[in-house]
């Protein structure tokens, strides 16, 4: 039976793909492009070479862990959409940290912002769950306004209070400096993003799947009313799945500022939240689908720069790509359950 | 000077046939003589090409720069300034084989920086002028000075603004931002020592909303020309057109967006970087760092709109001719900020390169009604 339903879910995940590729062509032959040629060049863009596979693996990492805000309290039947807020909280008080840590031993201060970019993170969206269970606002609402203030709270620290002024160009927060930097994983130009974002989705996963508390989540999620008379603490669940889920989202804005930027400034906010939530969707909010979706999406972002420069095909080009494949999935989802041969013989 | 000089058409055919008709020496003609090697040469721009702003200053350079001899033009639009810059510019150099890049945006030149040892054979240039000595040999940070066609804009609008009161909306609290007001005022003082002007920060490089409100606000308070230091001055530029005052443009030719009331703008000529191209294909020399205004043929203004008439049009012209000369200085004494404050004493003049007194501008001079929003 479980193979059956893998079965299933592959065929429509991979249907949905397919039917989503053909309409991309027809976007692109009416644009006056070969379809094929098109599809030959995003394939090389994204997977071609150990360049390209490189350069889809690092747009993948920060999408893993801010899919990861949206896919895992949906398991417990909330919809959150604050994983760009997360993320930029979770840099800022990575940023903080690692300031007033400075001359520290760089593996305690790395794994100390690290835990502070979760926490900031968690706590944020964990907010939002708190106010879902006692206060009963609308976590998606709130979620989404959570983030306007997240990045106009990191734009007021880096334009004033926290603000190195020997940048001169752009506001940014002062730097953690490049002892507390981890920079790339051996051997590749992948940051160590990748590393955390698998590890991250595989303990998900673990969680969902192998304890009672991921068991618990899932009845929640199932249905409210029979969690409800089945005596699960609801809040609890509700609580811990919102602060996971930020704190994965969290844990991404603490990767930014250590792996790549080294200092906190408006390009944390550049819609990395936004896309982990259609990963997640696309993924089913599976843990171990978010891998494999984050890893198709950072594909397509990362070929989409090849599309723009060999086909003169625009920026939009690739958004395009995604909302099909968006709509397609939502699509084929529908389908679930309504083919006989994947259905258990024993009923 | 004559004033067909700066024709509509000549304008648009670029800066090199304005210069080649007034005998001026620029960099075209040199350019021109030397055998090119072929070179792919990347641009990547952080917002939308088509923006009527900052990014199309940058693809207009990049149009002219494709008109080289042996030059092959990639371009990748909306790339933000995270490790996605320097990856697309890695795959610019892999895939596409690019010898030079155009990073045009700030927060590229860590990236850039990152690159460049990588790459010795890559040219990269920055629009941030942020290179400095142990960086890089195969990196080039290089800017217009802005204030100096912010002035000529200023004193177009001092012949014709009727209210005396202008308005300069800015993004960020930053030197250059400063120097523009500072240059847009004193240009329209120079017409009128009676003008004042509105300065508004408004925060962010793009805030449409809030620049509209800014706007409104503005005329609401009897602004009749204003200007706007922002990421793309659009939303500024057309409300200015529909409530029917005068604006100047910023970056790029906007003059499309108000028939009516646009007066003339300040210009970026990126494609100074041209020469940066030819330096790649033959092996010449470049400065690794470069400044310049007028004179160094790296800023420019928009043609006229209908609004200007040509005796307005030829002191505007006369003006740009001594910046070119070097005879007109920008910052002069007798000199006060906002507040008060002495900034020169009588006699005292500020050179139009001079970089350590410019980067350090933090003031608004006499005149400008309003605050820096730094600490001093």
Redesign the interface.
């Known amino acids: 039976m479980r193979i059956g339903a893998w079965a299933e879910t592959a065929a429509i995940s991979a249907a949905a793909l397919l039917s989503s590729l053909a309409l991309f062509g027809v976007f692109v032959a009416l644009r006056g492009l070969d379809p094929l040629e098109v599809y030959a060049t995003l394939f090389h ?1 994204a997977f071609g ?1 150990r ?2 596979l490189e ?1 889809t693996l ?2 993948s990492a920060p999408l893993m862990l801010t899919a990861l805000c949206t896919a895992l309290p949906a398991r417990a039947g909330l919809l959150v959409i604050g994983g760009e807020g997360a993320l930029v909280i979770g840099g800022v008080m990575t940023v903080l940290v690692g300031v007033s840590l400075a001359g520290a031993p760089a593996p305690l201060a790395i794994a100390a912002m690290c835990a502070a970019g979760a926490l900031g993170g968690g706590l944020w969206v964990g907010a939002a769950g708190a106010l879902r269970h006692w206060r009963g606002v609308n976590e998606t609402i709130s979620t989404l306004l959570l983030n306007y203030i997240a990045i106009a709270v990191m ?1 007021h620290l880096v ?1 004033g209070p926290i603000r190195d002024f020997a940048q ?4 940014a927060s002062w730097p953690i400096g490049p002892a507390f930097m981890i920079g790339e994983m051996p051997g590749t ?1 992948i ?1 160590w993003g990748l590393a955390f974002g698998v590890a991250a989705c595989l303990g998900t996963w673990v969680l969902m799947r192998h304890t009672t508390f991921g068991f618990a989540v899932d009845i929640l999620g199932g249905n409210a009313r029979a969690a409800r008379m089945a005596g699960l603490p609801i809040g609890v669940l509700i609580l811990v799945t919102s602060i996971l889920g930020g704190a994965a989202a969290g844990l991404a804005g603490a990767i ?1 500022i250590i ?4 200092f906190a ?1 408006a ?1 944390l906010a ?2 990395y939240g936004y896309t982990g939530i259609l990963v997640a969707f696309l993924a089913r909010q599976n843990p171990l689908a978010v891998i494999v979706v984050a890893i198709l999406l950072g594909g397509i972002s ?1 070929s989409g ?2 599309l ?2 060999r086909f003169g095909l ?2 939009a080009a690739t958004l395009v790509l995604q909302g099909l494949l968006f709509v397609a999935v939502l699509a084929a989802n529908t389908l679930a359950g309504r083919f006989r041969i994947f259905r258990p013989r024993t009923a | 000077m004559p004033d067909t000089v700066l024709t509509r058409r000549q304008m648009l055919e670029g800066s090199a046939a304005a210069l080649a008709a007034a005998g001026l020496e620029g960099i075209w003609p040199r350019l021109a003589q030397a055998a090119a090697k072929p070179v792919t040469v990347g641009f990547i721009y952080v917002g939308p090409r088509n923006d009527y702003g900052w990014n199309q200053s940058h693809a207009v350079a990049a149009k002219k720069v494709a008109k080289l001899e042996g030059v092959k033009l990639i371009e990748q639009e909306n790339v933000p300034e995270t490790v996605e810059a320097e990856k697309v510019m890695e795959s610019m150099i892999r895939q596409d084989g690019a010898g030079v890049v155009f990073a045009t945006s700030f927060g590229y030149w860590p990236s850039v920086l990152k690159l460049a040892p990588k790459h010795p054979g890559v040219l990269f240039t920055h629009i941030g002028a942020l290179w400095k000595d142990g960086d890089p040999k195969n990196t080039i940070g290089y800017r217009g000075y802005m204030e100096e066609p912010h002035y000529l804009c200023g004193v177009a609008a001092g012949h014709l603004s009727k209210s005396r009161k202008l308005g300069f909306i800015g993004s960020k609290p930053l030197y250059f931002i400063f120097n523009n007001a500072n240059g847009f005022i004193l240009g329209a003082r120079s017409v009128n020592p009676a003008i004042t002007c509105q300065v508004v920060i408004t925060g962010d490089w793009n805030n449409p909303v809030r620049e509209a409100e800014v706007t409104n606000s503005l005329i609401d308070q009897g602004v009749d020309v204003i200007v706007a230091n922002v990421d793309s001055a659009k939303v500024v530029i057309e409300n200015a057109e529909r409530r029917g005052i005068m604006s100047c443009g910023y970056h790029t030719d906007v003059s499309e967006l108000a028939p009516k009331g646009f007066l003339t703008g300040a210009e970026w000529n990126w494609a100074a970087g041209a020469q940066f191209v030819k330096a790649w294909q033959t092996g010449g020399a470049y400065p690794n760092l470069l400044r310049g205004g007028f004179r160094q043929d790296m800023v420019a203004i928009s043609p006229f709109g209908k609004a200007v008439p040509p005796e307005v049009r030829t002191k505007v012209q006369a003006l740009r001719q001594a910046f070119v000369d070097d005879s007109l200085k920008l910052y002069k004494g007798p000199l006060k900020d906002n507040e008060g404050n002495v900034i020169l004493k009588d006699g005292q003049v500020i050179a139009n390169d001079d970089n350590k007194f410019k980067l350090a501008v933090n003031f608004l001079v006499e005149g400008a009604i309003g605050k820096t929003g730094l600490k001093k």
């Open positions: 863009g070479t360049f390209s350069h690092t747009q734009n334009t001169v160009l752009k506001p130009s940051h930014e792996a790549v930027h080294g400034s390009s550049v819609g990362a720069g090849l723009q420069r625009p920026d």
